[in-house]
C-alpha cells in the first residue's frame, strides 16, 4: 500500500516533491519572510528545531526574536498567543503533541475563541495553534490522541487537519494568513509517510473547502487527516472489485464542508465516515447526522462509521486501534450489501 | 544543621571524594558501599536497557544516567511500601531501590504480558500498587494536584505516611505545578516536593525555563521550606531528604527540595544528536566529571576501603545477569493480549465498548 496521496488537480505550475513535515516547514519559514508580524514559538521549537524538527532551521534563518523557545506551560504558550494576536501580531505557537493540549484548553475556550464575540468584534485573535495528533506511531495514548472533536464545540475556533503535503503547506498559510484562531492538527503519522507534488508558486487552501481525492458513483468515504491513505487503499482494493468509491477528505473540521458531503453522498446514495478519534461524540457523528438530516430519502443504506474505540489509546494495541484499509474496506462491503 | 534556602547546594562529599562535613553515624563503609550498590545497579539497568531501542524491542527510552545519587537518596529516605510515590518517567532507578522487581519495571519498557499495567502505556510509564507507586503520567506536572490530593488523604485519615512527588526542573513552570504546589501549603498536606534538576527540559535549559535563581526559592512564596541539595552526591541527598521527610512526617507540612544534578545522556531516544544541536560538550565533560558513582569510589578510596576492580566487575556483572534475564524473562511472556485493550475503561464493562470488543473479535477471527 503506498501511502503517497496524489492530488488530482491539474495546474499546479512547475513543482517540487516534498513530505508533509517540509511542506510545514516551508510554509513557516515562508510566512514569516512575507510578514514581519508572524512569530513562531512553543517548547523546543527554537534552535533544536521542535521535537519533530518542524521548525528545523527557522531560529537561525529569522532570529531568535521571532522563533523562540518558551517555558514548559501550553497554557502561557496558548494565552499568550491570544494577547499578541490582540495586540497586532501573528502568532503560531507549537503545542508539542495535542495530547499536552490540556493545560492551554481553558486559554482556548475561554479566551481565543470567546474574544471576538465577547468583545463585539473589536478584539480579534487571528492565531495558529500547530500541534502533532492522531496514533500509528507506538506512543500510547500519551502521544497518540485524536482530541479534535473538543474543539469543533467551542464557537470561534477554527480546526483544521490536512494528509497532503500540498494542503499542509496551503491550509498552513491560510491560518495564518486569516482573521480567526486557527487549531491546525498534523497528523504525525503521515509526517515523512506522505509524499505530494507541490507548487513553487505561492498559494493557499482554503479553511473550510473539502477535496475529493477520488471520484465514484457507488458510494462515498468521507475521512480526514492520519486516515486518509487507508480510506484512498480501501477504494483501491474495492475498484479491483468493480465498485467506485468517492473518497473525500474534509481537511477542515470547523466550519467543514457540508456542501461537498452531501453532493457526494447524494450521488452515490451511501456513505461510510472514517475517522481515528474514539466512536463516541466522534466529529463524524455531526456528518453522519447532516447526511440524514438533508437526504434522508436518498440513502439507499445507513450511514456507518468506522472510528477509534471508546477507550484510551492503547501502546501495545496500536494498528489494531487504529481504522485500517481492510476495516473501512469491510465497511464499505456492508453498505454495498444492505 | 540542614537548614532551608541555602545560597549554595548543600553538600557532603566534594567531587574527589573529599569529606566536607562529618558523616554521621549511619555511614559506615558498608553502608556506602551498599548507596554504591544501588546506584550501580541503576546505571547498569540503564546500560543494558538502551540497546532494547536498536533491536526494536522497545519504541522509546527515557535515561536516568548521571541522576542516580537524586534518586536512590530520595528512595532510601523514605519508607518503601509505607510513604507514596507520585513520579515522573525518568524516575525508573526510584522504582528498583525501592525494590520494585526488575521483571516489572522491563516488562513495563516492553509492554509484554508480563507488564502488570497490561501493556497500555509507553514505555517508562510506570506504576507498582504495592509499593504505592503511582501511575505515571506523560504530561508534565499533572502528577502534582494529585500528589497534594494524597497528602490530603494522608492527613484527614491521620496516618504517618507523607507523600513524595518528583518532577524535572522543566515541570515547575507549568500552571499545574504552581496549583498544586499552593495547594498543599495552604492545607498543610504532608507532601515532599522533589525538582530533580538537570538542568534541560529536552532542549530548552533552565535559564530559559525560569528567571527565578533557582527552583528551590520558589517555596518561599508559597509558604513552604525550599532545600538545596548537590544531587550528584548520595549522602547529601540522602541526609537532606531524610530530614525533610522527618520534618513532614512530624506534622511540619510540605516542603520542597531541588537536587542540583546533570542528565548526561539524550532526553530520550528522539534527541541522540542533543550536543549537536543544543548543548556544548564542554557542558557535559564538566558535569560527567562530577559522576556519582565516581565520587563515592573515591570516597571510600580515601576512607581506605577502596571497592577493588574484581568487586566492582563481579557487581556489574550481576546487574547485567539480572537485566539480561528479566528481559527473557519479560520477552517469554508474549505479547499482551488485544482484548485487553477493552478491559478497566471503568469498573464495569458498558455496553459499548462490549459492542467494541465484539466487533474486533469477528475481525481478528476473520483474519486467522
Ligand atoms: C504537558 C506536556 N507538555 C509537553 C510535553 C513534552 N515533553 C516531554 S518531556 C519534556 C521536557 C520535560 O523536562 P523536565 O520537566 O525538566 O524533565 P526532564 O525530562 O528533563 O527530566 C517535554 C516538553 C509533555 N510531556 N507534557
Redesign the interface.
Known amino acids: 500500500m503506498s501511502l503517497t496521496v496524489e492530488r488530482p488537480q491539474a495546474e499546479l505550475g512547475e513543482t517540487k516533491t516534498m513530505n508533509l513535515i517540509g511542506a510545514i516547514t516551508e510554509a513557516l519559514d515562508e510566512e514569516l519572510a512575507r510578514d514581519k508580524r508572524v512569530l513562531v514559538f512553543g517548547?523546543?521549537v527554537?534552535?533544536?528545531?521542535g521535537?519533530f524538527m518542524a521548525t528545523a532551521g527557522l531560529t537561525e534563518k529569522h532570529g531568535l526574536d521571532r522563533v523562540f523557545?518558551t517555558?514548559?506551560?501550553?497554557?502561557?504558550i496558548v494565552g499568550a498567543a491570544v494577547g499578541m494576536a490582540i495586540r497586532g501580531l501573528r502568532p503560531v505557537a507549537e503545542i508539542q503533541f495535542a495530547?499536552?493540549m490540556?493545560?492551554s484548553f481553558d486559554q482556548i475556550l475561554s479566551q481565543a475563541a470567546k474574544v471576538r464575540y465577547r468583545s463585539g468584534g473589536q478584539n480579534t485573535a487571528p492565531m495558529v495553534i500547530r500541534t502533532p495528533s492522531g496514533g500509528g506511531v507506538?506512543?500510547?495514548?500519551?502521544?497518540s490522541q485524536s482530541p479534535e472533536a473538543y474543539y469543533t464545540h467551542m464557537a470561534g475556533v477554527q480546526v483544521v487537519m490536512p494528509s497532503t503535503p500540498y494542503d499542509a503547506k496551503g491550509l498552513l498559510k491560510a491560518a495564518i494568513r486569516g482573521e480567526d484562531p486557527v487549531i491546525y492538527f498534523e497528523p504525525k503519522r503521515l509526517y515523512r509517510a506522505a509524499k505530494g507534488e507541490l507548487p513553487l508558486a505561492d498559494y493557499t487552501v482554503p479553511i473550510g473547502k473539502a477535496a475529493v481525492r477520488r471520484e465514484g458513483t457507488d458510494l462515498s468515504i468521507i475521512g480526514y487527516g492520519g486516515v486518509m491513505p487507508d480510506a484512498i487503499s480501501a477504494a483501491e482494493a474495492l475498484a479491483e472489485a468493480g465498485v467506485q468509491a468517492e473518497v473525500i477528505d474534509l481537511r477542515s473540521l470547523m466550519p467543514w464542508d457540508k456542501e461537498a458531503v452531501l453532493n457526494s453522498v447524494a450521488k452515490t446514495g451511501r456513505a461510510v465516515l472514517v475517522s481515528e478519534a474514539p466512536?463516541?461524540s466522534n466529529f463524524m457523528g455531526e456528518v453522519a447526522y447532516s447526511i440524514q438530516e438533508e437526504l434522508f430519502d436518498q440513502l439507499l443504506a445507513p450511514v456507518i462509521q468506522v472510528a477509534g474505540?471508546?477507550?484510551?489509546y492503547?501502546?501495545?494495541?496500536d494498528k489494531?486501534?487504529l481504522p485500517s484499509g481492510?476495516?473501512i474496506a469491510?465497511a464499505c462491503v456492508r453498505v454495498l450489501n444492505y | 544543621m540542614i537548614q532551608p534556602f541555602t545560597q549554595r547546594p548543600i553538600q557532603w562529599v566534594s567531587d574527589q571524594g573529599e569529606l566536607l562535613q562529618d558523616l554521621p553515624e549511619r555511614y559506615t563503609p558498608e553502608f556506602i558501599r551498599e548507596l554504591y550498590r544501588h546506584m550501580l545497579r541503576a546505571r547498569e539497568m540503564d546500560r543494558k536497557l538502551i540497546p532494547l531501542l536498536r533491536q526494536g524491542r522497545t519504541s522509546f527510552y527515557a535515561q536516568a544516567h548521571g541522576m542516580e545519587a537524586t534518586q536512590v537518596g530520595l528512595a532510601l529516605a523514605c519508607r518503601s511500601g509505607h510513604d507514596w510515590w507520585w513520579l515522573y518517567y525518568r524516575d525508573h532507578p526510584i522504582m528498583l531501590t525501592l525494590g520494585v522487581p526488575m521483571l516489572q519495571i522491563v516488562s513495563q519498557i516492553m509492554g509484554t504480558a508480563s507488564d502488570s499495567c497490561k501493556g497500555r502505556q509507553m514505555p517508562h510509564h510506570f506504576c507498582a500498587k504495592e509499593y504505592n507507586v503511582a501511575s505515571i503520567s506523560s504530561s508534565i506536572a499533572s502528577q502534582i494536584p494529585p500528589a497534594t490530593g494524597t497528602a490530603m488523604a494522608q492527613k484527614y485519615l491521620g496516618t504517618d505516611e507523607i507523600t513524595v512527588c518528583t518532577f524535572g526542573d522543566g515541570a515547575t513552570s507549568e500552571g499545574d505545578w504552581h496549583a498544586g504546589v499552593n495547594m498543599a501549603a495552604v492545607s498543610h498536606a504532608p507532601v515532599m516536593f522533589v525538582c530533580e534538576n538537570n538542568q534541560w527540559a529536552i532542549s530548552t535549559g533552565v535559564a530559559d525555563q525560569t528567571a527565578s535563581e533557582t527552583i528551590h526559592i520558589k517555596a518561599r512564596a508559597y509558604g513552604m521550606p525550599g532545600y538545596y541539595v548537590d544531587g550528584n552526591d548520595v549522602i547529601a541527598v540522602l541526609e537532606v531528604m531524610s530530614h525533610v521527610a522527618d520534618q513532614i512526617r512530624s506534622g511540619e507540612g510540605p516542603a520542597m527540595v531541588e537536587a542540583l544534578t546533570y542528565r548526561v545522556g539524550s532526553h530520550s531516544n528522539a534527541d541522540a544528536d542533543a550536543e549537536k544541536n543544543y548543548r556544548t560538550r564542554e557542558e557535559v565533560a564538566e558535569w560527567t566529571a562530577r559522576d556519582p558513582l565516581e565520587r563515592i569510589e573515591k570516597l571510600l578510596q580515601n576512607m581506605g576501603h577502596p571497592i577493588s576492580e574484581e568487586e566492582k566487575a563481579a557487581m556489574v556483572g550481576e546487574v547485567g545477569d539480572e537485566v539480561a534475564a528479566a528481559i527473557d524473562e519479560a520477552a517469554a511472556s508474549g505479547t499482551p493480549d488485544w482484548d485487553l485493550m477493552f478491559q478497566d475503561v471503568y469498573a464495569v464493562q458498558p455496553p459499548h465498548l462490549a459492542e467494541q470488543e465484539a466487533y474486533v473479535r469477528a475481525e481478528q477471527e476473520a483474519l486467522a
Open positions: 517548547e523546543d527554537g534552535p533544536r528545531g521535537v523557545n517555558p514548559l506551560s501550553e497554557a502561557a495530547d499536552y490540556g493545560p507506538k506512543g500510547g495514548h500519551h502521544h466512536r463516541t474505540f471508546d477507550t484510551p492503547p501502546y501495545v494495541q489494531i486501534y481492510n476495516r469491510n
